[in-house]
């Protein structure tokens, strides 16, 4: 399923490529990851936040997956839409008994006809990062999986970059108990697209470990595969397990694992994860990559400033992060380097 770009968001590349003095060269040790696009400048998970994205030339740009009642893959966070949408105005009696409107009860033609906004909280109605983009202001809307990929493919085309796509499959699991296989259809619009092996420029990630090793054994999927890890939130399967014994039981399907950083920082008690500032090394030894989530210039964690939150990435050995301002830490790698 192809379904074409809605608006013109090259506009956005354009514009910031003509303000910045002069391109970034990549980072070569770092993997810089737009998380969630440029998230931290224009609302989660649109096509102008990550065309944005884009024109700071990270290395890969996340895409969050959910889908709708008639199985178009949309890429947004959550699999209830209240948080980042309009609507609880426009269907105010299409809520479950929990108060939540999911995305799976309604149809791609039905998600069109919402407007997204930068991330809020319903009770407050203020937004979560108070200094970023206006909410409820502009005009932005949902996308598909395949808007995505024919907006990144296009501007490699155009730009001559080689920027590569990282997915999320969300929730997997509920996702079946509504009768759909998410996995299934991922993996075939990213086969559509030319990403079928580990040597493509696509990374597929899930928090799910049943659901990535039936990836890797059931469908026969040879993409880089990673497997996100946040202790309370993550697999029960690796609650008994000491971090060793997790890291050697994901190298057994998987090409990477996707920890948050908080949980592995020494001495941070509140966070820590008692021997997970090992991770790395474990992660290593078993020729595993590390790509932690989510570094942000505005949620610095008691440190004063970007740098050091950045620098917790460079102490920690880590092969990749996932930010929300990939500009700016493309900036402080690409010091590194010189």
């Not at 090259?10 to 737009?34: D, E, G, H, R």
């Not at 200094?131 to 085309?157: C, W, Y």
């Amino acid at each position: 399923m192809k379904l074409s770009i809605r608006i013109p968001v090259v506009y956005f590349v354009i514009l910031y490529v003509l303000l910045s003095c002069k391109q970034p060269t990549q980072n070569k040790n770092m993997v810089i990851i737009a998380h969630r696009g440029a998230s931290g400048y224009l609302p989660e998970h649109t096509l102008p936040a990550k065309a944005l994205a884009y024109g700071m030339f990270p290395d890969f740009i996340e895409q969050d997956v959910v889908l709708s009642k008639d199985n178009v893959a949309v890429v947004i966070h959550d699999i209830h839409l209240e948080t980042t949408t309009n609507v609880a105005n426009v269907y105010p009696d299409r809520a479950r008994k929990d108060g939540k409107f999911y995305v799976v009860d309604f149809t791609w033609e039905e998600l069109s006809t919402l407007n997204v906004s930068e991330r809020f909280n319903i009770k407050t109605k203020q937004a979560v990062y108070k200094d970023r983009f206006p909410i409820h202001t502009s005009h932005f809307k949902l996308h598909t999986l395949a808007d995505e990929i024919e907006l990144i493919q296009g501007l490699n085309k155009s730009m001559h970059k080689n920027v590569g796509i990282y997915v999320e499959i969300k929730e997997p699991q509920f996702h079946r108990n509504e009768g759909k296989d998410i996995s299934e259809i991922v993996l075939t619009i990213l086969a559509d697209y030319g990403y079928i092996s580990v040597k493509d420029n696509c990374m597929l990630q899930c928090f799910d470990a049943v659901e990535l090793q039936r990836i890797r054994e059931e469908y026969k999927s040879d993409l880089f595969l990673v497997q996100l890890l946040e202790m309370g939130y993550s697999d029960a399967i690796f609650k008994a397990m000491i971090p060793e014994e997790m890291v050697a039981h994901i190298a057994k399907y998987a090409n990477g694992i996707g920890p948050w950083y908080k949980q592995m920082i020494e001495g941070d008690d509140k966070m820590n994860i008692k021997d997970f500032e090992n991770l790395v090394s474990y992660a290593h030894q078993q020729n595993l990559k590390v790509h932690a989530f989510t570094f942000r210039a505005d949620d610095l964690g008691g440190k004063t400033s970007f740098k050091e939150v950045l620098k917790i990435a460079e102490n920690l050995k880590l092969d990749g992060v996932f930010t929300d301002h990939p500009d700016q830490a493309i900036t402080y790698f690409k010091k590194k380097n010189h």
